[in-house]
């Protein structure tokens, strides 16, 4: 069993940047692949990025094959810290459009990913 608590979400200008943070409880966070959805109301929850598993556990690593949405390409960045069960969601360049709630998720495969787990989510929100 997985927890995932998400955090860093706020109210930020256009162009402007927010890192979001999903904290992982479990010992086995390495062997996860790890993604960030996003959703607003009256919508699908959409992909933004994935990250794969590492066989490094427990030191701090940020390497990975990651994978990104075609609207995020280039603004944001996936990374994961192992030794603080972690996943990272890096967004510069944001807009109006990237206002949505953000949720993290942790789940088994590469590059196809059947996700199991999903935190709370954390609201972010671009003004123009």
């Known amino acids: 069993q997985v927890q995932l608590v998400e955090s860093g979400g706020g109210l930020v200008q256009a162009g402007g940047s927010l890192r979001l943070s999903c904290a992982a409880s479990?010992?086995?966070?390495?062997?996860?692949?790890m993604g960030w959805f996003r959703q607003v109301p009256g919508k699908e929850r959409d992909f933004v990025a994935a990250?794969?598993?590492?066989?490094?556990?427990?030191?701090?690593?940020?390497?990975?094959?990651?994978d990104y949405a075609n609207s995020v390409k280039g603004r944001f960045t996936i990374s994961r810290d192992n030794a603080k069960n972690t996943v990272y969601l890096q967004m510069n360049s944001l807009k109006p459009e990237d206002t949505a709630v953000y949720y993290c998720a942790a789940g088994t495969g590469w590059p196809i990913i059947k996700y199991n787990y999903w935190g709370q989510g954390t609201q972010v929100t671009v003004s123009s």
């Open positions: 479990g010992r086995t966070f390495n062997s996860y692949p």
């Open positions: 990250i794969s598993w590492s066989d490094v556990a427990a030191i701090s690593w940020s390497g990975g094959s990651t």
